[in-house]
């Protein structure tokens, strides 16, 4: 931030799956307009005369290959629009540590995979920065109360962009749900991504898993709306098409008409297909969190993804893949669309922006930067107008639980005795339930 002008500055680290279509898109928007326009999507437009001056600077770009050259794509990118902007493409297994300390960001974007999220945000905390980061926050609850600590310590904002919490649909069932449907006795939440994600996407696939990846969206939009706490956690998963993916895949390509040899993976990919996990929660309700990254192409949306309550006094359900948009292109079958997503408009004399819940979490992070950094206010004051890396501490811990939950449960049965291990989860610890073999 600038002495002189209300200016923020931001690193991005990362190329992301949703670079172009949503976080690349939406800082141009902010850098063309600031974040002003976005705050009637998280209910925070009052403040828009307070923001609408500060201006949004992306100044750096870092992947972890040059040889690949994705943060010069980027950079490129935003050349196109931007033409007399100044920002520079870096690269390195650690590319954040040079961009803190040469380019001095005011907030690090991290977009990294999921178990590379904790070291630069630590890193940008003892650096000065304030940090937006993609789910998950961390995969570890040593990791996570690491990052709340330094946090709280410096002063600084870490937001997390959990955009589900933000998708109108979901908000208003979600708002309304205890009102309206009572107490809940239980939750139903099913996230697919397509098997591009896991085999094709995604080189790190091996060191996360589907609930890890994606879960921890509907964990978050539970937690945050209904005020639960987890208290036990038992999951299972299946390990069938991506463990033997290198005989799989020429099943795949056969029934597709094309050569096995041009898949980018042909290996064996040691991870799950699904893991399916179910909390019981502190006041009783129980929360099932089925999640894969093995859904078709051929599927009709980009995801298969949705959520329901069962209530004492009536029930809720968003199908966020189905919104009621269908189309049939030849060469492209029947899909469906969802552009409360990342929907596009390009008005007349205008140029092309992105809207929706996608651009609204991102918005909300940007948001409480500007009210610390620029109007000063105090975290106390910005409270959890967006969600915290604080409010992220019980999703991690019910991933965490989880991955180690399924893994032994997976051993367990290849050995002939069941599924029998859970989990019991303290403000303190994670205790391993498992019986002696």
Known sequence: MTASKRTIDVAIIGGGMFFDDIIGQTFKDFMRGGIAGALNSIGMSHMAADVADVEIRVCAVGTRSEKSGTAGRIVQWFSEDFPDGKIDACYGDAVWKDILAT??????????????????ILDALDAGCDVITEKPLCLTT??????????????????????????????EMMSKAPEQYGPINRVRTVLEEP???????????????????????WLDVVHHYLGVKPVTVFATGQKNLLLNWDEHHKEIARRRGVDPSTFKRQHAIKTWDSVDVAVTYDNGMRGD??????????????????????GI??????????????????GDGSRTRNPSFGGRIHHIGGELEIFGYGKASIAAGMLAVIRRRILGESLEAIGDSYPTAASQRDVVRVIEAASVVAEKN??????????PVTALLSDSEIQIIEPKS
Not at 107 to 119: G, I, N, R, S, W
Not at 153 to 158: E, H, N, P, Y
Not at 313 to 330: F, H, N, S, W
Not at 410 to 419: Q, S
Request: charge should be negative; charged fraction near 25%; hydrophobic fraction near 40%.
């Open 410 to 419: 997976y051993a367990h049965f290849e050995a002939g005795r069941g599924t």
């Open 313 to 330: 006094y009536g029930r809720g359900y968003v199908d966020q893949q189905d919104r009621g948009y269908r189309e049939a292109i030849i």
């Open 142 to 171: 040593s990791e996570a109360d690491q990052i709340i600590a330094k946090a709280h310590a410096a002063g600084r904002i870490v937001a997390v962009d959990m955009h589900k919490r933000y998708d109108p649909f979901v908000r």
């Open 103 to 120: 380019h001095k960001p005011d907030v690090l974007f991290v977009a990294t995979p999921d178990h590379v999220h904790a070291e630069p």
């Open 195 to 217: 098997l591009e994600v896991s085999t094709d996407i995604f080189a790190w696939a091996e060191q996360s898993n589907p609930f890890a990846y994606v879960g921890c969206h």
């Open 289 to 310: 969190y089925n999640n894969n990254w093995i859904n078709p192409a051929e599927f009709e949306g980009a995801v298969n993804q949705e959520i329901e309550l069962y």
